[in-house]
């Protein structure tokens, strides 16, 4: 309590000793003229000295403006007690009654943010209907208090036209000249607003960009000045000279900031007006005057709206460049950030991580959970740059990093060594991300910098193999052969699809009777050369041709199933589906009208899916196989044990049938462990009613080991190579 009262009796004897000090003086410099052997106000600055008090202090500045106009008054006019009171009246009840409706509409904040895009309601009230208020209640106030000479004029009813000038010499206080004040009083009460005014309103406009046209405007203005304001008199200063101040206004609007023209503006209309022998050439009557007057207020306001306008345009540039300079979902600068970045700064150290299993994760668990891997990988890093470091945004899984400091081979291995020791949390579960990264030296941006980032990207993603980080430096050749042969093998595999190029292949399943059905297997034929998965499948999962490239399968297995029919609905084949092709919600739909186009039972042929589709968390994976199951066809898990698959998870498997892998067949006569492991799953399977098949049987003692552990069904090349399906 005891604070709150030294506040406001701090304020209160701060804006009184201002008023005290500032009003007598405003009034001693308000610009005048003699018309008719009459002086009037061009310019009644104590208004002026008003306004800013109140847009400085608020409501706290009444009672110090009150009474500091009374002491002044009082001592300067001689006025009675009754006289300064009918005075105060009718000069501050208009004045407040319109800053009240400027608050009621602009809210609690009317007074902070000068200039701004509520500028208008501000002009309307404050300047154009506050000086007619006043005026209005000094008429009345007239005809019934007698006040002295000096003030008599402003409370007479007499000339229209006098009148009408009193109003704009008000209207010409609020307009002009109240930010001359505001600015010089807010810098006396926090001097630490003087620093942020010159450094956001006149250092930028300093700069060696924008320097020449700023001094060069401020000299040329000064020099009109000069010639205006002397004494010597002519029609060809009034006629030529101060059109040509008008235009240099209008020209620094779009080149300075508004408080440095609105501060020039007011200084050069008060040295106008003040020494009005060349300006006020010729105008010799109060019509001329009210003339002058006009064309003053409305050029002002023209400035005011203008330089609104130009600060608006300049804060909507910066913006649009901010947004154009930086990724909309994950808030971090973009490649053309980066590139905008070595123009200015050359030899830099651009270094290229590697997030391998995110593009996987991404397509389980969504986009948006791509965005959240890269801000949380972003935050981790964050402790370990220096300054002026920083992350950018690429499109897929990488993070590109600019780092400044030496020996980036060890700094970059520490922050993957740390990475990979976190956890990444997505709705409360955590991940496991891994990493590789690579580093090179950019010279500048261009066609060898968009290149350049191809190599990282390609060595970066070699690095996650062995956690170690690799430089771009004596192995460019070698980086560019590799990306180059990875391009080129996308283009002939991208071919191969088109010129539907698919060579499927079959190898049998059989149980102990020979009895089984084939699983399909492809190989891809171009120019004259068969490619097998090992090269072509980590091409078309890389760069999303799984679903077309599984169709095309399907396809061409169904154009055979057509031409080759037999009775009944016993399985024929299995096929083989990549894990991307679940993950996308319509893959469902389109095979079950490929089945429905060619009019084959989808009982014919086993769909295998891998160990990450069978346990995933997706969604669409999961609805997928249950679209699939409902439809009539068998679900097969293929590689079984060799990642995600437990028995607390076969508990809950919904599928027919489990594949294991090749890796506990091929040992399996020397190894009792691989003998425990499959004889475990063929319990667990049996008490679920699934068919167990193993994969790479090659002997008949492996046979014999396997069938007597419950395995219902083989595959290997004991019991037949895969052979052309045409044959």
């Known amino acids: 309590m005891k604070m709150k009262i030294y506040s406001h009796v701090k304020v209160f004897l701060i804006a009184l000793i201002m008023c005290i000090a500032i009003v007598p003086f405003s009034r001693l410099i308000s610009p005048r003229a003699q018309v008719d052997a009459s002086e009037i106000f061009l310019a009644w600055l104590p208004f002026s000295v008003s306004l800013a008090m109140i847009l400085l202090f608020g409501r706290r500045a009444i009672f110090p403006l009150v009474v500091g106009f009374a002491l002044v008054y009082e001592q300067l006019l001689d006025l009675t007690l009754l006289q300064t009171g009918v005075f105060l ?5 208009p004045l407040l009654l319109s800053c009240t409706i400027v608050r009621w509409q602009l809210g609690t904040r009317w007074r902070h943010g000068l200039p701004n895009r509520d500028m208008g309601v501000r002009t309307v009230w404050l300047a154009f209907v506050a000086p007619a208020a006043i005026k209005a209640t000094m008429y009345v106030a007239g005809a019934r208090v007698t006040f002295p000479t000096p003030m008599a004029r402003f409370f007479d009813t007499g000339s229209v036209i006098y009148s009408i000038i009193d109003i704009q010499s008000l209207m010409c206080a609020a307009l002009i000249f109240t930010m001359m004040f505001y600015y010089p009083l807010r810098m006396m009460v926090n001097p630490r607003y003087g620093r942020t005014l010159w450094r956001k309103s006149i250092r930028p406009f300093l700069s ?13 203005l000064a020099l009109f000045l000069i010639v205006v304001c002397s004494p010597y008199q002519s029609d060809y200063i009034a006629g030529y000279l101060v059109p040509i101040i008008f235009i240099l206004f209008t020209l620094g609007i779009g080149k300075l900031s508004p408080p440095l023209i609105g501060m020039s503006w007011a200084i050069t209309a008060l040295m106008l007006l003040a020494n009005n022998q060349n300006f006020l050439q010729g105008v010799y009557t109060e019509y001329s005057m009210a003339f002058v007057l006009s064309v003053l207020i409305s050029f002002t306001i023209c400035i005011l709206y203008m330089a609104s306008i130009y600060r608006r345009s300049e804060w909507l540039k910066r913006a649009w460049k901010a947004q154009a300079l930086t990724d909309p979902l994950t808030g971090l600068p973009n490649l053309r950030a980066l590139e905008q970045q070595l123009e200015n700064h050359t030899h830099r150290v651009v270094c290229c991580l590697h997030i391998s299993n995110l593009e996987f994760l991404s397509r389980h668990y969504g986009m948006m959970m791509r965005v959240q891997c890269k801000r949380s990988i972003t935050r981790e890093l964050q402790p370990l740059l220096m300054r002026n470091e920083k992350v950018y945004q690429l499109p897929g899984s990488e993070l590109l990093l600019l780092l400044n400091g030496a020996d980036p081979t060890a700094r970059l291995q520490h922050m993957v060594d740390y990475l990979s020791g976190r956890k990444i949390f997505w709705h409360h579960t955590a991940m496991d991300i891994e990493f590789g990264a690579s580093w090179g030296i950019i010279e500048g941006a261009g066609e060898m910098f968009h290149q350049m980032l ?19 430096t004596q192995s460019l050749e070698t980086v560019c052969g590799h990306t180059t042969e990875r391009v080129l093998l996308l283009n002939r595999v991208k071919r191969a699809l088109e010129q539907d190029g698919l060579l499927l292949y079959a190898q049998p399943i059989q149980n102990a009777h020979g009895v089984g059905y084939h699983e399909v297997l492809t190989r891809l034929a171009v120019e004259g050369e068969v490619l097998t998965p090992d090269r072509f499948l980590p091409v078309i999962a890389q760069f999303n041709l799984s679903i077309r490239f599984d169709m095309q399968v399907l396809e061409t297995l169904l154009r055979w199933l057509r031409a080759h029919p037999v009775p009944g609905t016993q399985a024929r084949f299995s096929v083989n589906l990549m894990p991307l092709t679940l993950m996308q919600e319509e893959s469902a739909t389109q095979i079950m009208t490929l089945f429905k186009s060619y009019d084959v039972a989808p009982q014919c042929v086993i769909i295998e899916i891998t160990e990450e589709q069978a346990f995933s968390n997706s969604e669409t994976s999961m609805h997928n196989i249950q679209r699939l199951q409902n439809y009539g066809f068998k679900i097969a898990i293929d590689d079984f044990g060799t990642g995600y698959a437990n028995f607390e998870r076969l508990k809950r498997l919904h599928a027919d049938i489990v594949k294991i892998d090749g890796s506990f067949v091929k040992d399996i006569l020397t190894d009792s462990l691989d003998a425990m492991i499959v004889k475990s799953i063929c319990f667990m399977a049996k008490a679920k009613s699934l068919t167990v098949v193993a994969e790479y049987v090659e002997t008949e003692e492996q046979r014999d080991l396997l069938l007597s552990l419950g395995v219902d069904y083989l595959q290997g090349y004991l019991l037949g190579k895969p052979e052309k399906l045409a044959d």
Do not use: D, K
């Open 208 to 220: 060696p960009r924008r320097r020449n046209f700023t001094l060069g405007w401020l000299l040329t």
């Open 89 to 93: 009246f009718c000069f501050f009840f």
């Open 454 to 472: 191809g190599q990282l990207s390609w060595l970066s993603e070699q690095a996650c193999a062995s956690s170690h980080v690799l430089a771009l």
